[in-house]
């Protein structure tokens, strides 16, 4: 998402500019997502949502996006709805395909199968962040798009950026565990997004997690991945099947984990289903400036997930942060190489 708004808007400001797309189509994690791009209403909202997120980089994402959203419009990508249903945050949600197209129009040439120039200047890192290799280092599972390994964050620290806080913190969502089988295709149905309902607990019946848990439940996600495996189990009450977390009951959502082959325990008191973490994308990289340079290293810029700071201890709108600060690369990238 990051790197083709990136590229779109360095077309439109008169820059030559090639996209590197490391993997075998366009799009990234974004064309495999729910597709709502969106920030909270207020900065205040976004900071108790992400308290040690950088509240500078915070106040960009809540003051530019909107125009963003509508510039994404006149590129022509489809917008399916124009609000989020949630009344903490304000958004439009996109078509993922349409928008995909939308952007590789706009942003003109793109090499598939293509690492990024190391070395090169000027460069926008836009590698997705290192979901792949997080994911792997501790055993959680992977929802995200399989070639974001981390590639951007060591070009950036080879040339002497540096790490924020919250490496080991990522987005992610319960999803059934081992032997459920899920692929790409099953990334948004088969989340388990009802851990406010149930008890989370380990093998034996201990809980895992006492208290509240947060309305986008990245929360007790951590708390998951701090499990072997990141696996744990959600028990059910039955009086609680029938509530509804968007447009899916906890029931659905059961029989989906059911559907995949996942380990469902069904009593008389409700159901109990095994969840393991799984990483959507890292939240941690390298240190980012308004501009979106890359603190430390000339003639290199960084966005999306590979730009860190901005959701530290939380959970908000990766696609909204990727392309705010895509956007803000390309223009910074413009001025100084106009200089
Ligand atoms: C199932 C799912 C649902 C989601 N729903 C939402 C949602 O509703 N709202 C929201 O805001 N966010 C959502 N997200 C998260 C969102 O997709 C990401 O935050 C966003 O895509 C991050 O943008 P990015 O540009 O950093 O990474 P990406 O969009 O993943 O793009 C990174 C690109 O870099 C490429 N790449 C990797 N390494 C290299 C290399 N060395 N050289 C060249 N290219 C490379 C990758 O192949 C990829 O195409 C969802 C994600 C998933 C998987």
Partial sequence: MAGLCAAARARELGLDVVVHEKGDRAGGSMLLSSCVVFR?????????????????????????????????????????????GNPRTVGWRF??????????????????????????????????????????????????????????????????GSETAGMDEFYGRAMPASPARWGESDFVRASQLYGRFAHAEDE????????????????????????????AWYRV??????????ERTVAD????????????????GGVRVKVQAAVTHTIGGLRIDEEARVVGADGLW????????IFTGGYASGLAAALVFGRRAAESVDRITRR
């Fill in 40 to 84: 909270h209403r207020t900065l205040d909202g976004f900071r108790e949502d992400c308290p040690d997120g950088d509240p500078a980089l915070q106040r960009i994402v809540v003051e530019e996006l909107d125009d963003a959203l509508a510039w994404l419009e006149s590129l022509g990508a489809p917008v399916l709805a124009r609000e989020t």
């Fill in 95 to 160: 078509d993922p395909d349409g928008l995909s197209e939308a952007l590789v129009r706009a942003a003109g040439e793109v090499r598939l199968g293509s690492s990024f120039p190391a070395g090169s200047s000027p460069l926008v890192l836009a590698t997705g962040g290192f979901a792949g290799r997080l994911a792997r280092e501790r055993r959680l599972g992977l929802r995200a798009n399989p070639w974001s390994e981390g590639d951007g964050l060591d070009e950036g620290l080879r040339r002497g």
């Fill in 204 to 231: 034996a019946g201990d809980p895992i997690w006492d208290g509240d848990v947060a309305w986008h439940e990245n929360d007790l996600v951590q708390a998951l991945a701090r499990r072997p495996g990141g696996v």
């Fill in 237 to 246: 009450p039955a009086a609680q099947l029938d509530q509804r977390v968007r």
């Fill in 253 to 268: 959502m059961v029989a989906e984990a059911e559907r995949l082959g996942g380990e469902v325990e069904r009593d008389d």
């Fill in 302 to 309: 960084a966005a999306g997930a590979d730009a860190g700071g």
